[in-house]
C-alpha cells in the first residue's frame, strides 16, 4: 500500500561479548544464538549494508527510568559467589529459577538494554528508519520483577525513550508467550498500544487473554490475540495483517516496535506454533511497509539455529535485500545441518487455530479498537441510517434497578468511530454500531472521570430499561414462540460466518455473543449520543 | 496413517476400563520400555462426571461470574427459550443463568429428571441427528459432557490403550459453546482440577495496575527540548554502509585479510603446530575472527583499502586473528572434552576443576565451537543413542477387539429380544450391536451409536432416569452394598471371632486388616486365600470323634470333594450332628478293617543294613511330646516317619503314623517314606556339622526353630514371627547318585505316587543314618486346615 524509498536506514546493534553469556546448565535461553545471528549476517553481506554499532552498557540510571531503583540495585550486586546473601530478594524479585544468576548477568542485561536505547534514540534523531538489536526484546520483565529469561524490559525502556519524541508508539508482539511485562508497563496509558499475538491457554506467562483491554486511560490500549496450537504461516497472515491495519488506522502510531520472539517458528524447543521464517517475516516485513520508525527487538527463541536464521532473514527484509537460501560457510556452519538453508519447512503439526476461532476472536478486537477515541486525521463520516436499532434485548430482561456490571455496560456504550464507517471496517455490522456508541460514552467518561457522566449513564440506562421491559412485555408472548424460531433461522446461517460488511443482523449476534436485541427499542438514545 | 500416529503434545482416549468411558489425556512423553513397549507419560483431564458435585456448583459459578461466557450460554439459553418446557426449574427465568447449573440442580431432583427425560424421549424419536433444531435439554446435556478440566497430574500409561484423538481446547468467550457440539471429538475446559486438594482455579496470569507496576510516563518533550546525550555515549559505530566501496572491494579486502592471516600462521610457531598443511592454515585464516577483523580495520582507517592493507601488516609481522578454537592447545580440548563428559555444561564448574587458566568467557566460546566439530557429533550419537527410549511418535492401529460389554448371546435377527428394551440414550430399536450398560440388574443397553458416545464423551446423549453420567453418591453406597451383600467377605479362619460364626467383612480392606491383626497373615490382593506359606501354620489333631465322623459321615463329608475345593466351607455341624446319631445307631463303631497298611521303610532300612533299632529310640523320644494325649489313642502306631520332601505345601502330618491311618480316604498317605531315607543313607559324611547340612530336610531345623513345634498338639497358632520356613530338599551327592540309577520310567511312576516306596540299592551301604537322626525328628510338620 506504500511504495517504499529504495533504502532505509538501517541501524544494528550488536556486542560482540553477548554470545558468551550463558544462563547455566540445561537453561533454554541462549544468548549464543545472537552471535549466531551475526555470523550468519556477515557471512551473507548483509553486514556491510548497514551501520553496524556496539552498543553501550545501558546504566543503573537508565534502567530505573523503568524499573524500581531497589531491583536494579539487586540486579547490579548479586552474583553466583554472593548468592546466599540475597535469599530474600531473590525471592522478591523472582530471580533464581527461570530467570538464574550466572556470570555476568547484569552486563548481559546492560547490553541489551543498551542497544534498545540506543537504537530508540537513534530512531528519534531520525538517523535511522529501522534500528535492529537481536540481543533486545526481553518482554516479560516487570517493574520490579524477573519473569520468563528476562530481567531488564529493554523494550519499555527503548518505548520511553521513543516516547520522548512520539505521541503514540506501537508496539507489536510476535513472540510466542505474551509480551506481559511490556503490557503491564504501559497498561493504563493510551501512548503506547501493546499488541501481542501469542499462545493463550496452560502456557506461560498466563496472561493475555482477549479480555485484558487495558485500565483507565489505557482501556482498549491493549489487544490481546489469543491462539492456539499450530498455526501456519497462511492463518497467522490472515490475523497479523488486518488486525495490525487496523490498529494502524486506529491509533495511528508514530512509531513502532516489533518484538520478533523467533519461539513462535515451528520446531521452537518451547513453542508450538508451526510458523517458517517466511511466515515470521511477513510480519516485519508488513510492519516495514507503514514507514514509521521501527525499533526491531529479538526476544524469545529456543531452537536457537532456526533463531539465527530467522533473524538474519528478518535483517534481510529490513534491508530489503534478498537473501541465497543456501547457507553460507560462517563459524557455526555445522549447527544448520542437515539441510544448511535457510529456510525452515514447517511441521504437519495440527492447525488448532479454525478460522471461525480466528474470526470471531479477530471481530471482538475489532469492535474493541473500535472503542478507541480517533486517531487525529481519522475521518468522521455520518451515520448511515439503517444503523439506529432497537438498543437491547438484554435489556428487558434485566431488571431495571439491578446493578449492571462495568463490563456489561461497557459493552452497551458506543463509540464514535462507528459513526464513521471506513470501507476497510469490514467486521462492522450495525449492531456493532450501535454498541459503540453507547460504549464511546462510557470510554469518554471513564477516560475524563467525569463523574456526571457517569451518573447521566446510569440514568439513560435506567430509564431505558423499563421502556424496553415494557415493549417487551407486550411482544414477549406474542413473539415468545414465533420470536425465538426467527432468531434461531438468523443465528444458524451466520454461525460460520466471518466478518463480511453483509448480513448485519445475523453477524452480530454471531459474532458478539450479545443477547439478540429486539427490533425496534430506543431509536431515541441515538441522537443523544451524538451529541458527545 | 496419521489418524494412527500418535505424538507427543497430542489429545487422545485412553482405555483403561471396558465399561467406563474413555478418559481423556495428553501425551507428553512417549517412552520405550525395556521390552519394548511404549509407555506415554499422560497429562489428566477430568471430565465433569469424574469431580464432585461441589466443585461442578463452583465451576458453573465460574461461568457465571465470566460475564461473557455467561452471555455465551444465555445466547443458547435464549435460543432454546421457546420451548414452555425449557424452564423446570421454575421461577422467573433471570437472563443470566446458567443453563449447565440448571442442569446440575437437575441432577438432585428427580422430578425434574423425569420431565426432562419425557422431553427427551419426544426429541429422540423426532430428532435425526446432532444439530440446533434438537431441544434445549439435550444439547445442554451434550455440552455438559464436552467440558473437561485440565490438571497438572500426570501418570503413565500403556500407549496400547490409546483409542483414538481428540481435541482439547481451553475455552475461548467468542466461541459458541454449540460449536463443540459440531465437532467430534471436542473438548473444551476453562478451569484446572487439582485432585489431590479437590480444587478448581482458573489457569489465568494476571496484569497488575498500580504505580507499582506501570511505566512512569516520559512526557513528549516540547518542540526545542533535545535529548541532551551524546550519541557516543550510547554506541560506537563499527561500520558504516556508506563507505564508498564496492561490494567487490570489500570482499577483495577479505580475500588479503585472509591471506595474510594464512601467511601468519605460516610464521607463528605454534600455528604449523596446529594446522600442518597450508589447506588447513587457509581455512583457520577464514573464520569469522578474520572477517570480523577485517571490516573493523576498514572501518578504522575510514574505508581506506591501502591504509586499511598497511595495518593487516604493522610493523612486527603479518597480524594474526585467532578464535578460542585455534587459540586452545590439543590438551586443553582434550581437557575440556574430559570435562564436559564429566561435568556437563556446568562451565564454572569445569573452570574451576579443569580449565582455571581460562575464563568462563572463552570456556563458552570455545564451547559452541566444539559444537562444530566431529568429536562434538559424536559424542551427540552417543547421547542420541542413549536417549532413543524417548520416542517422538508411535503407531497404534486401531483398536478391533470386542469390548466385553458387547451383547453377543443373539444374533441381529433377534437383538429386539435381548431384554426387550430400546436403547438406553436414544430409544432406538435396531443395532447392529448393543452393549450392556450400567448396572446389571437394570438391564440396560445401548446401540453401537450410543455406546461410542458414552465411551468418547462419558454420557448418554439424552438425561436418563439412571443419570448415567454419574452415580450419585447414594447411588454409589447402594451399588457398593449390592455387591457386598452378593460376596461378602469371609475370614477364612474358623476359630476366629467371638462367636462361632465366621467373621464376615464389608469390605475386602476390613477383612486384610483383619487377617493381619488376628491372624497375623495378609491377604494377597484378589484372592481371599492368605498368602500362606508356613507363615502361620497350625496342626490339625483329629479327635478320635472327628475320625470316626470322617467315616460316619463320608457322604455329607464328600471328602474327595472336599480335597479339591479346599476353601468351600464344611458344614461341621451338621456332620457332628450327623455323626451323632449314626454313632447312637452303631455304638460300637470300630475304625473299618479295611485298612491298607502304608509301606513301612523296615525292608528298605533293613536292605541298607541300617541299625533301626538305633534309629527308632530317637523317634519314640520325640514322640509323647508330640503326639500329647490324642496318641494313646491311636489304633496303630507308625515308627517311620513321613517327611514330605520338597517345596510343596506344608500340609504334612509328620511322624504321626495314626495319622496316616487317619488319613482316611484321601487315598495315598501323601508320603514319601523312605526318600529321607535314602538321602541319609545316601549321606556318607561323618564330621557333624556336614551330616547335620546333609541331613536338613527342612532347614528350620538348621535355624533351630524346630522347637516350635511339637510343644502340643493342640490345634495352634504359631506365631508367623516364631514360625518355621517351608520345607525343602536337600539334594546330595548321592541322593542325586540314587537319581541317577533311577530308569526313567521308575521316574516317572514315582513322580505320579509319590508315596510309593522306592527301591533302589543305595549305592552307599553305609549306617551313617545316626548323626542326623536327632534332628529329624524335630522338623516340624505344618498342617494348614483351611476347611
Redesign the interface.
Given at each position: 500500500m506504500t511504495t517504499l524509498p529504495p533504502k532505509r536506514k538501517i541501524c544494528y546493534?550488536?556486542d560482540?561479548?553477548i554470545?558468551?553469556?550463558?544462563y547455566g546448565?540445561?537453561h533454554p535461553m541462549k544468548p549464543?544464538r545472537i552471535?549466531m545471528t551475526h555470523?550468519l549476517i556477515?557471512?551473507y553481506?548483509l553486514?556491510?549494508?548497514?551501520?553496524?554499532?556496539?552498543?553501550?552498557k545501558a546504566t543503573a540510571e537508565e534502567m530505573t527510568?523503568?524499573h524500581?531503583d531497589d531491583y536494579i540495585k539487586f540486579l547490579r550486586s548479586i552474583r553466583?559467589d554472593n548468592m546466599a546473601e540475597y535469599n530474600k530478594q531473590m525471592q522478591r524479585f523472582n530471580v533464581g529459577e527461570d530467570c538464574p544468576v550466572f556470570?555476568?548477568m547484569y552486563e548481559f542485561c546492560q547490553l541489551s538494554t543498551?542497544g534498545s536505547?540506543?537504537g530508540a534514540?537513534?530512531l528519534?534523531?531520525q538517523?535511522a528508519d529501522i534500528a535492529i538489536n537481536w540481543a533486545g526484546g526481553l518482554h516479560h520483565a516487570?517493574?520490579?520483577e524477573a519473569s520468563g529469561f528476562c530481567y531488564v524490559n529493554d523494550i519499555?525502556l527503548g518505548i520511553?525513550?521513543l516516547?520522548?519524541?512520539?505521541?503514540r508508539v506501537l508496539y507489536v508482539d510476535i513472540d510466542i508467550h505474551?509480551g506481559?511485562g511490556v503490557?503491564?508497563?504501559?497498561?493504563?496509558?493510551d501512548?503506547v498500544m501493546t499488541v501481542s499475538f501469542h499462545k493463550?491457554?496452560?502456557y506461560f506467562?498466563?496472561?493475555?487473554?482477549?479480555?485484558?483491554i487495558g485500565?483507565?486511560k489505557g482501556k482498549y490500549y491493549?489487544v490481546n490475540f489469543?491462539l492456539?496450537?499450530g498455526i501456519d504461516d497462511e492463518s497467522y497472515e490472515s490475523i497479523f495483517k488486518p488486525v495490525i491495519t487496523r490498529v494502524m488506522e486506529m491509533y495511528q502510531p508514530s512509531a513502532i516496535v516489533l518484538q520478533c520472539g523467533a519461539d513462535s517458528l515451528s520446531g521452537d524447543r518451547l513453542g508450538?506454533f508451526n510458523l517458517t521464517l517466511k511466515g515470521h517475516g511477513k510480519c516485519v516485513e508488513f510492519i516495514k511497509k507503514w514507514n514509521l520508525p521501527v525499533l526491531l527487538l529479538g526476544g524469545g527463541g529456543y531452537t536457537i539455529r532456526n533463531v539465527a536464521r530467522c533473524w538474519t532473514y528478518e535483517t534481510s527484509i529490513a534491508l530489503n535485500c534478498d537473501v541465497a537460501n543456501e547457507l553460507p560457510?560462517?563459524?557455526?556452519?555445522?549447527?544448520y545441518g542437515p539441510d544448511f538453508k535457510l529456510h525452515i519447512s514447517p511441521s504437519?503439526?495440527a492447525n488448532?487455530n479454525t478460522p471461525?476461532?480466528m474470526d470471531?476472536?479477530k471481530?471482538?478486537l475489532f469492535d474493541n479498537l473500535r472503542m478507541l477515541p480517533h486517531a487525529p486525521g481519522v475521518q468522521m463520516q455520518a451515520i448511515p441510517e439503517d444503523a439506529l436499532h432497537d438498543e437491547s434485548?438484554?435489556d428487558d430482561?434485566?431488571n431495571p434497578d439491578q446493578r449492571i456490571?462495568i463490563?456489561?455496560s461497557d459493552k452497551r456504550i458506543a463509540c464514535e468511530e462507528e459513526f464513521s464507517d471506513s470501507e476497510d471496517e469490514d467486521g462492522g455490522g450495525r449492531k456493532d454500531k450501535r454498541d459503540h456508541k453507547k460504549k464511546r460514552q462510557k470510554t469518554e467518561a471513564d477516560d475524563k472521570k467525569d463523574g456526571e457522566k457517569d451518573k447521566k449513564e446510569e440514568k439513560e440506562v435506567k430509564k431505558e430499561a423499563p421502556e424496553v421491559k415494557e415493549e417487551a412485555k407486550t411482544s414477549q408472548e406474542k413473539d415468545?414462540?414465533a420470536?425465538?424460531?426467527t432468531?434461531?433461522k438468523e443465528?444458524?446461517p451466520s454461525?460460520p460466518k466471518s466478518e463480511s460488511a453483509a448480513a448485519p443482523v445475523t453477524d452480530n449476534?454471531?459474532k458478539d455473543?450479545?443477547?439478540?436485541v429486539a427490533a425496534g427499542t430506543t431509536a431515541s438514545s441515538e441522537p443523544e449520543k451524538m451529541e458527545h | 496413517m496419521?489418524a494412527n500416529m500418535y505424538?507427543v503434545?497430542d489429545y487422545v482416549f485412553f482405555e483403561t476400563s471396558s465399561t467406563a468411558p474413555y478418559q481423556i489425556r495428553r501425551i507428553e512423553e512417549l517412552n520405550k520400555t525395556q521390552n519394548g513397549n511404549v509407555e506415554a507419560k499422560v497429562m489428566c483431564f477430568y471430565r465433569r462426571r469424574d469431580i464432585s458435585n461441589s466443585l461442578i456448583i463452583l465451576a458453573d459459578k465460574h461461568h457465571n461470574a465470566l460475564?461473557?461466557e455467561g452471555?455465551?450460554k444465555?445466547?443458547i439459553d435464549?435460543?432454546l427459550?421457546?420451548k414452555p418446557d425449557g424452564e423446570t426449574n421454575g421461577g422467573p427465568?433471570?437472563?443470566a443463568k446458567d443453563p449447565v447449573e440448571e442442569n446440575g440442580t437437575e441432577n438432585n431432583s428427580p422430578t425434574n429428571g423425569s420431565t426432562n427425560n419425557n422431553n427427551n424421549h419426544q426429541a429422540g424419536v423426532g430428532a435425526g441427528g446432532l444439530g440446533?433444531e434438537e431441544i434445549p435439554e439435550k444439547l445442554r446435556h451434550q455440552l455438559k459432557h464436552r467440558e473437561l478440566f485440565?490438571s497438572r497430574q500426570v501418570e503413565t500409561l500403556p500407549a496400547t490403550h490409546i483409542r483414538g484423538k481428540c481435541?482439547v481446547?481451553?475455552l475461548?468467550?467468542?466461541?459458541?459453546l454449540?460449536?463443540y457440539l459440531n465437532k467430534d471429538d471436542t473438548f473444551f475446559y476453562s478451569l484446572?482440577y487439582d485432585p489431590q486438594q479437590k480444587t478448581l482455579l482458573a489457569?489465568?496470569?494476571?496484569?497488575?495496575?498500580g504505580s507499582?507496576?506501570?511505566?512512569?510516563?516520559?512526557?513528549?518533550?516540547s518542540e526545542g527540548e533535545g535529548?541532551v546525550?551524546k550519541?557516543e555515549?550510547?554506541?560506537?559505530?563499527?561500520?558504516?554502509?556508506l563507505?564508498g566501496l564496492s561490494?567487490k572491494e570489500?570482499d577483495q579486502f577479505q580475500i588479503i585479510a585472509r591471506s595474510v592471516g594464512t601467511f601468519a600462521r605460516a610464521l607463528d610457531c605454534t600455528s604449523t603446530v596446529r594446522q600442518p598443511s597450508l589447506h588447513m592454515s587457509a581455512a583457520a585464516a577464514?573464520?569469522?575472527?578474520t572477517?570480523?577483523h577485517a571490516?573493523n580495520t576498514l572501518h578504522q582507517h575510514k574505508y581506506n583499502i591501502a591504509k586499511a592493507i598497511q595495518s593487516l601488516v604493522p610493523s612486527g609481522g603479518p597480524v594474526l586473528c585467532r578464535?578460542e578454537?585455534e587459540e586452545w592447545s590439543a590438551s586443553e580440548a582434550n581437557l575440556f572434552e574430559d570435562a564436559i563428559e564429566q561435568y556437563?555444561?556446568?562451565?564454572?564448574g569445569i573452570r574451576q576443576d579443569f580449565l582455571p587458566w581460562k575464563s568462563?568467557?572463552?570456556i563458552?566460546?570455545y564451547y559452541?565451537?566444539w559444537?562444530?566439530?566431529d568429536r562434538y557429533?559424536q559424542q551427540k550419537r552417543i547421547k542420541a543413542s542413549e536417549a532413543e527410549s524417548k520416542l517422538k511418535q508411535v503407531y497404534i492401529p486401531n483398536y478391533n477387539k470386542p469390548n466385553p460389554a458387547a451383547i453377543t448371546n443373539k444374533l441381529n435377527g433377534a437383538d429386539g429380544q435381548v431384554s426387550g428394551r430400546a436403547c438406553e440414550s436414544c430409544y432406538t430399536a435396531h443395532s447392529n450391536q448393543w452393549y450392556s450398560w450400567g448396572p446389571v440388574h437394570m438391564q440396560c443397553r445401548l446401540c453401537s451409536n450410543c455406546w461410542s458416545y458414552w465411551k468418547k464423551y462419558g454420557g448418554l446423549k439424552m438425561p436418563t432416569r439412571l443419570d448415567g453420567e454419574r452415580p450419585a453418591p447414594n447411588q454409589r453406597q447402594e451399588r457398593i452394598a449390592q455387591m457386598n451383600s452378593i460376596r461378602m467377605q469371609k475370614c477364612t479362619f474358623t476359630g476366629c471371632g467371638k462367636v462361632s460364626q465366621r467373621q464376615e467383612f464389608k469390605l475386602k480392606a476390613h477383612l486384610n486388616r483383619h487377617m493381619a491383626t488376628s491372624h497375623g497373615m495378609p491377604i494377597q490382593p484378589g484372592s481371599p486365600r492368605p498368602v500362606m506359606k508356613t507363615r502361620a501354620a497350625f496342626c490339625l489333631v483329629t479327635t478320635e470323634l472327628t475320625r470316626i465322623s470322617r467315616r460316619l459321615c463320608r457322604d455329607l463329608l464328600r471328602p474327595r470333594h472336599a480335597t479339591r475345593c479346599p476353601f468351600t466351607p464344611i458344614n461341621t455341624s451338621l456332620i457332628k450332628q450327623e455323626c451323632q446319631l449314626r454313632l447312637s445307631e452303631r455304638p460300637s463303631y470300630q475304625q473299618p478293617a479295611k485298612y491298607r497298611t502304608p509301606a513301612t521303610l523296615d525292608p528298605v532300612v533293613a536292605r541298607l543294613g541300617i541299625d533301626i533299632k538305633q534309629e527308632k529310640p530317637s523317634l519314640l523320644l520325640k514322640g509323647p511330646n508330640y503326639g500329647g494325649g490324642d496318641r494313646s489313642s491311636t489304633p496303630k502306631e507308625r515308627p517311620q516317619e513321613n517327611v514330605k520332601v520338597g517345596s510343596g505345601h506344608p500340609s504334612i502330618m509328620k511322624k504321626r503314623g495314626y495319622e496316616q491311618t487317619n488319613g482316611v480316604d484321601s487315598g495315598p498317605a501323601a508320603k514319601r517314606p523312605n526318600m529321607g531315607v535314602i538321602r541319609q543313607a545316601g549321606t556318607a559324611i561323618k564330621t557333624p556339622g556336614v551330616t547335620r547340612r546333609g541331613s536338613v530336610l527342612n532347614h528350620n531345623s538348621v535355624n533351630g526353630r524346630s522347637r516350635f513345634c511339637g510343644k502340643s498338639m493342640r490345634m495352634q497358632l504359631v506365631g508367623w514371627m516364631d514360625n518355621p520356613d517351608d520345607v525343602y530338599f536337600v539334594a546330595t551327592a548321592a541322593t542325586r547318585k540314587i537319581r541317577k540309577q533311577l530308569q526313567m520310567n521308575d521316574f516317572k511312576r514315582l513322580a505320579r505316587n509319590p508315596w510309593k516306596t522306592l527301591n533302589v540299592k543305595p549305592p552307599l551301604p553305609s549306617g551313617s543314618l545316626s548323626g542326623s537322626n536327632g534332628h529329624r525328628p524335630t522338623v516340624p510338620q505344618e498342617v494348614v486346615v483351611l476347611d
Open positions: 546493534y550488536y560482540g561479548d554470545g558468551n553469556y550463558y546448565q540445561g549464543h552471535r555470523n556477515l557471512n553481506g553486514y556491510r549494508k548497514m551501520e553496524i554499532y556496539r552498543p553501550h527510568k523503568f524500581s553466583p556470570d555476568g543498551g536505547v540506543a534514540v537513534k528519534n534523531k538517523a516487570k517493574k520490579s519499555v520511553l525513550e516516547l520522548k519524541y512520539h505521541q505474551h506481559d503490557e503491564e508497563a504501559f497498561y493504563t496509558t501512548r493463550y491457554g496452560e506467562p498466563g496472561t493475555g487473554d482477549l479480555r485484558d485500565a483507565g491493549a489469543p492456539r496450537d508450538c560457510y560462517n563459524d557455526y556452519f555445522e549447527y504437519n503439526m488448532q471461525e476461532y470471531k476472536i471481530t471482538r434485548d438484554e430482561k434485566v456490571s463490563r456489561q415468545d414462540k420470536a425465538a424460531p432468531e434461531k443465528n444458524s454461525a449476534s454471531s455473543k450479545e443477547p439478540e | 496419521s505424538r503434545g460475564d461473557e452471555e455465551e444465555r445466547e435464549d435460543e427459550a421457546p427465568l433471570s437472563p440446533m485440565l481435541c481446547t481451553l475461548n468467550e467468542t466461541e459458541s454449540l460449536s484446572v489457569d489465568k496470569g494476571e496484569i497488575r495496575v507499582k507496576y506501570q511505566a512512569e510516563m516520559i512526557p513528549k518533550l535529548d546525550r550519541s555515549d550510547l554506541e560506537e559505530l563499527v561500520w558504516d554502509p563507505h561490494e570489500i577464514s573464520r569469522d575472527i572477517i570480523f571490516m578464535d578454537m556437563g555444561k556446568d562451565f564454572n568462563l568467557k572463552s563458552v566460546e559452541y565451537m559444537k562444530t566439530t557429533v
